[in-house]
T-cell receptor, first 114, second 117 residues
């Protein structure tokens, strides 16, 4: 069965430091992959997505993610974190041919310290 | 960008009453919308897929008679929690798929926080 794993429940980084949030998936074929961000009490905002092509994907707010088929990973990165990046981050895989259903990882809560 | 709205943003109701939550795609047509439920500090769990003009498809374990979904137009889907009980208290989030903008891209509403007393 398809699944998404975000190994880190909570990460704390210093403002200005680099960030990498991990995401591993289990899927039979090449999946559609997404990263979303959620601020407290809010809905989800799409940061970036991967469907095909270049495995390094650029998103909004300075985020990028790299699809590595051999590792079944789609890690999210940002070279310099800002205090406003503190939020919950969700990785999701879209089920091809299933009408767009998304399976979400457990989420990673990012805290940013001054 | 694509905007999805939800109404109301928060609702408090008494146990046994029904609550309707609206999800609207404001600047695009959505033949498919999704309803999720999120408990505190947890991930989103898909409840059902709402297709315009047809019956919703419910995920395993979701009571279709309790969570009524109607998708009467290309821009509106509603979720009605019937005979709500305290255990139905949760954060309900909808999303809408913009088929014209690339496959499988969903845009999420801001969520509705339901508290059943």
């Amino acid at each position: 069965a398809q699944s998404v794993t975000q190994p880190d429940i909570h990460i704390t980084v210093s403002e200005g430091a680099s960030l990498e949030l991990r995401c591993n998936y289990s899927y039979g074929a090449t999946p559609y992959l997404f990263w979303y961000v959620q601020s407290p009490g809010q809905g989800l905002q799409l940061l970036l997505k991967y469907f095909s092509g270049d495995t390094l994907v650029q998103g909004i707010k300075g985020f990028e993610a790299e699809f590595k088929r051999s590792q079944s990973s789609f890690n999210l990165r940002k070279p310099s974190v800002h205090w406003s990046d503190a939020a919950e981050y969700f990785c999701a895989v879209g089920e091809v041919g299933q009408g767009g259903k998304l399976i979400f990882g457990q989420g990673t809560e990012l805290s940013v310290k001054p | 960008g694509a905007v999805v709205s939800q109404h109301p943003s928060r609702v408090i109701c008494k146990s046994g009453t029904s609550v309707k939550i609206e999800c609207r795609s404001l600047d695009f047509q959505a033949t498919t919308m999704f309803w999720y439920r999120q408990f505190p500090k947890q991930s989103l769990m898909l409840m059902a897929t709402s297709n315009e003009g047809s019956k919703a498809t419910y995920e395993q374990g979701v009571e279709k008679d309790k969570f009524l979904i109607n998708h009467a137009s290309l821009t509106l889907s509603t979720l009605t929690v019937t005979s709500a009980h305290p255990e139905d208290s949760s954060f309900y989030i909808c999303s809408a798929r913009d088929s014209s903008k690339g496959r499988e891209t969903q845009y999420f509403g801001p969520g509705t926080r339901l508290l059943v007393l």
